[in-house]
Nanobody
Framework: QVQLVESGGGSVQAGGSLTLSCAAS????????MAWFRQAPGKEREGVAAIDRDGRISYADSAEGRFIISQDNAKNTLALQMNSLKPEDTAMYYCAAAPVWVRPGLESRRYPYWGQGTQVTVSS
């Protein structure tokens, strides 16, 4: 059974940085397609950054140039470094994983495994 546990959320002022972490069990981060999604109140869940089984990375336009997705194979964790945060980045952030044979990109419906989320709040 795949379990994902996010951590690292919190409150920060605009322009600040946060690094989220996702600890995985039942899946090997280095071989699994994984991604970060976010959902703000009243809005649909949106993809932020994804890394596929071959290590190729994709970012949403809103994250490009500010966020960095990475894997720590020794710890079996996925990270999202977020820089230059804006109030519009405020959301619940979720880690997601998919079976190795799937190429889900930033399509949330293609990820069967999800964490419980970690809240990020950016104040102006």
């Amino acid at each position: 059974q795949v379990q994902l546990v996010e951590s690292g959320g919190g409150s920060v002022q605009a322009g600040g940085s946060l690094t989220l972490s996702c600890a995985a069990s039942g899946a090997t981060v280095s071989r699994s397609p994984m991604a970060w999604f976010r959902q703000a109140p009243g809005k649909e869940r949106e993809g932020v950054a994804a890394i596929d089984r071959d290590g190729r990375i994709s970012y949403a336009d809103s994250a490009e140039g500010r966020f960095i997705i990475s894997q720590d194979n020794a710890k079996n964790t996925l990270a999202l470094q977020m820089n230059s945060l804006k109030p519009e980045d405020t959301a619940m952030y979720y880690c997601a994983a998919a079976p190795v044979w799937v190429r889900p990109g930033l399509e949330s419906r293609r990820y069967p495994y999800w964490g419980q989320g970690t809240q990020v709040t950016v104040s102006s």
